[in-house]
C-alpha cells in the first residue's frame, strides 16, 4: 500500500494490526534467532562457551549502538518531512545517515577488535572462558562496517511503506543466519567465532537484498548526493540519543551486572543471567517491534498536524505491549524449568536448580515494563527525546546499579529481584512523565 494512504487515511486499528503485526512478527523470528544461538553454542560447545557468548555479548551490541542511533534517530525526522511534503529534505537524511552508519561501523568496529582482551580480562574472566568470549567478539567487530546497517533498512522498508518486506527481511535473516550456525558448529565443528560469523553473513546479505531496490530507485526514499549539516545531524542525533542510551546503559548493566554474578557464582552465576536475557531477548522485541513498526505512521501524522491519530495509534501500542507483557510473566512464571531446559542438557545440575528460581522471580518484571516501554517509544515518536532519554537511563542503568547496591545483602536472589525492582520505578516514572506532558499530547488537529 502507497505510505500516504496507509499512514494518513487508514483507520486507527486497522492501522495498528496492519503495521504492528507484521513489525511483531519481524521481530519474534530475530529473538528467535538470538534464542537458536543461544541454544546452538550451549548445547554443541558446552557451558563455558555459553557463559563466554554472554559475557561477550554486552560489547556485541555496543557495536551495533551508534548505527542504532542515526538509523532510529534518521527515522524520526524523516517521517515527519514526508508528513509535510518535504521529499528532497527526507531523501537527504537518508542518504546522509548510511554513509554515516558505515563509517560509524568501522570506527566502533576497529576499536573494540583492538580493545576486546583488555575488555573481557577486566570483567575478570581467564583461560578459555576469556579467549572464547574474545573470539566471539573480534569476528563482530571485523564485520561491523558491513552489517551495521541492517536494523536501518528495517525502518527504511517501513516507512516507505513496506511493512510486509520488512518481516520478511527478518524472517529471511534469521532463517539464513540460523542455518550458517548449524552448518559451522555441527557439520564442520568449528568453534564459538563461527557462531558469530553465520550472524554477520545472514545480516550483510539481508541487508544487501534491502538497499538493492533503493538503489534503483524503487523506493519512495531515494539516494541523492548528499548534504551534509550540523543541524541535520544534531536532528538526529536527539532522536536517537534515547535508544542509544538505552543500549549503551543497558550493556554498562550488563557487564557491571556479570563482573559481579562472576564473583558471586561463576560461569553457573554468568549462564543464569544469559537464560533470563535469552528470556527477555524473545519478549522485548515484540513489546519494540509493535511501536517500533507504528513510528514511521506517527511521525507521518505529526508532520501533518494530526494529533487526533498519533494519539489512536499510540492508546493501541499501549494496550497490546500490556497484553504481551502479561501473557509473558504468566508464561515464565509457570514454565521455568523448560526455559531453562533449553541451553543445558544437565536437567538436575545446579545451573537447572538456580535458573528455576531465578525465572520465577524474574517473570514479575512483566508485570509493569509495558507502561515504561510504550512510553519511551511514545515520546521518541513524538520528538520529545529528552524524557524519552530519561525513562531510557533509568531503567537501563540507574534504577538497576541502584538496586544492585540495595538488594546486595541478598546475594544472587539480590540480582534476580533487580529486574523486577527496576521495572516498577520505570512504571511509576512514566507515569510521571505522562502527567507532566498531557497538555501537549491533548492538542487539537492543525486546522
Not at 222 to 235: A, D, G, N, T
Request: hydrophobic share 55%; with cysteine.
Amino acid at each position: 500500500m502507497n505510505s500516504q494512504v496507509l499512514f494518513a487515511k487508514t483507520p486507527p486499528l486497522k492501522l495498528f494490526f496492519m503495521a504492528s503485526i507484521p513489525g511483531a512478527v519481524g521481530m519474534l523470528a530475530s529473538a528467535l534467532y538470538q534464542l537458536v544461538d543461544g541454544i546452538f553454542v550451549g548445547r554443541f560447545l558446552g557451558e563455558t562457551a555459553f557463559a563466554a557468548l554472554n559475557l561477550a555479548m554486552p560489547f556485541v551490541i555496543i557495536n551495533f549502538a551508534l548505527a542504532d542511533l542515526i538509523g532510529v534517530g534518521s527515522s524520526v525526522p524523516i517521517s515527519i518531512n514526508l508528513g509535510k511534503k518535504k521529499i528532497e529534505e527526507a531523501n537527504n537524511i537518508f542518504t546522509c545517515a548510511c554513509l554515516m552508519i558505515v563509517g560509524a561501523g568501522a570506527v566502533v568496529g576497529g576499536i573494540l577488535y583492538a580493545a576486546a582482551p583488555g575488555l573481557i580480562g577486566l570483567m575478570g574472566a581467564e583461560g578459555d572462558f576469556a579467549s572464547l568470549a574474545v573470539q566471539y567478539l573480534r569476528v563482530y567487530a571485523i564485520c561491523s562496517p558491513i552489517t551495521t546497517i541492517v536494523f536501518a533498512t528495517d525502518n527504511y522498508l517501513r516507512i516507505c511503506g513496506k511493512i510486509n518486506g520488512s518481516m520478511f527481511l527478518n524472517i529471511f535473516m534469521s532463517v539464513l543466519s540460523a542455518v550458517l550456525e548449524f552448518v559451522f558448529l555441527y557439520v564442520f565443528q568449528w568453534g564459538i567465532w563461527a557462531a558469530a560469523l553465520g550472524t554477520c553473513l545472514g545480516m550483510f546479505v539481508s541487508a544487501g537484498i534491502a538497499l538493492v531496490p533503493f538503489f534503483m530507485g524503487k523506493m519512495q526514499l531515494r539516494f541523492c548526493r548528499p548534504r551534509f549539516s550540523l543541524r541535520m545531524i544534531r536532528q538526529i542525533v536527539s532522536c536517537g540519543v534515547p535508544n542509544f542510551l538505552n543500549n549503551i546503559a543497558g550493556r554498562i548493566t550488563s557487564i557491571l551486572m556479570n563482573t559481579v554474578l562472576v564473583r558471586l557464582g561463576g560461569e553457573t552465576a554468568v549462564s543464569v543471567y544469559g537464560i533470563l536475557m535469552y528470556a527477555d531477548g524473545f519478549i522485548q522485541p515484540l513489546l519494540y517491534g509493535m511501536c517500533d513498526s507504528l513510528q514511521p505512521a506517527v511521525g507521518y501524522n505529526l508532520g501533518a498536524g494530526k494529533h487526533s491519530r498519533v494519539r489512536a495509534i499510540e492508546k493501541c501500542c499501549y494496550v497490546a505491549n500490556a497484553v504481551v507483557s502479561l501473557l509473558s510473566m504468566v508464561l515464565i512464571f509457570l514454565f521455568p524449568a523448560q526455559i531453562a531446559g533449553l541451553f543445558t542438557t544437565e536437567v538436575n545440575g545446579e545451573l537447572m536448580i538456580i535458573a528455576i528460581s531465578a525465572l520465577k522471580l524474574f517473570a514479575f518484571t512483566y508485570l509493569t515494563r509495558w507502561l515504561s516501554f510504550a512510553t519511551q517509544s511514545y515520546m521518541l515518536a513524538i520528538e520529545k527525546p529528552i524524557p524519552a532519554s530519561i525513562i531510557s537511563v533509568s531503567t537501563a542503568l540507574i534504577f538497576p546499579v541502584l538496586l544492585i547496591v540495595l538488594l546486595w545483602p541478598f546475594g544472587l536472589t539480590g540480582l534476580w529481584l533487580n529486574f523486577a525492582g527496576t521495572s516498577l520505578l520505570a512504571a511509576v516514572l512514566s507515569a510521571v512523565v505522562l502527567l507532566k506532558k498531557r497538555k501537549e499530547l491533548l492538542r487539537p488537529d492543525a486546522q
